[in-house]
């Protein structure tokens, strides 16, 4: 069982939708990350929490929209995406500083219509 | 352009024998680094780090060595066992950010 948890497992959704996906830890991890990851592609890095903080976003575009709002939880809101997001979305977490191994969820299969 | 490279896509070992699997990169400043596996359905799963002040780290089956003078990093696995079929992902880190490679796949015949 992963120590991180994301729903829904599966999201299919139209351009003109919004949607938010969560994530879940509960290991007092102070460092949260979303990654985009297309089929036989690595994991792309989106956004980096710290300390509940945005620190990193990798200019991702604002349709995407990420939220941390507690130290256990993340949510990445979703609004006038594109065919081409369609990916899976991994999240992961760390315990803070660098150079830290990341544990990382299922991920949300998305489909964009 | 691509920092970290896996440059075998995949890789079939026979039960009991050595598994290596290889990871090049190209930035400097990467001073730590980690061997994810990744299983059909699965988030990647931690298997392995090293950081830039050494040249290898063992964890039982897994050894990790490092050349970082051929940025160059690669992984054993012995004896290789058929559970061990995955893909595996090698990452590069600086700064909180990690780069992964593309991913080898991983097969351990019985």
């Known amino acids: 069982d992963t120590e991180v948890t994301q729903t829904p497992k599966h999201l299919v959704m139209g351009m003109t939708n919004k949607k938010s996906l969560k994530c879940e830890q509960h290991m007092g991890h102070r460092a949260m990350y979303w990654y985009k990851q297309k089929a036989k592609k690595p994991p792309e890095l989106m956004f980096v929490?710290?300390?509940?903080?945005?620190?990193i976003n990798e200019s991702v575009p604002s349709r995407f929209s990420p939220e941390c709002p507690n130290s256990s939880l993340l949510n990445l809101h979703l609004h006038a995406l594109q065919p081409e997001d369609s990916a899976l979305y991994l999240c992961a977490s760390s315990t803070s500083g660098s150079n830290q191994p990341q544990h990382f969820g299922d991920g949300t299969r998305l489909s964009i219509l | 352009d691509q920092q970290v490279k896996q440059n075998s896509p995949s890789l079939s070992v026979q039960e009991g024998r050595i598994s290596i699997l290889n990871c090049d990169y190209t930035n400097s400043m990467f001073d730590y680094f980690l061997w994810y596996k990744k299983y059909p359905a699965e988030g990647p799963t931690f298997l392995i780090s090293?950081?830039?002040?050494?040249d290898k780290n063992e964890d039982g089956r897994f050894t990790v060595f490092l050349n970082k003078s051929a940025k160059h990093l690669s992984l054993h696995i012995v004896p290789s066992q058929p559970g061990d079929s995955a893909v595996y992902f090698c990452?590069?880190?600086?700064?909180?950010?990690?780069?992964f490679g593309d991913g080898t796949t991983l097969t351990v015949k019985p």
């Open positions: 090293i950081s830039s002040i050494k």
């Open positions: 990452a590069a880190s600086a700064a909180s950010k990690s780069t």
């Open positions: 929490y710290s300390y509940e903080k945005l620190s």
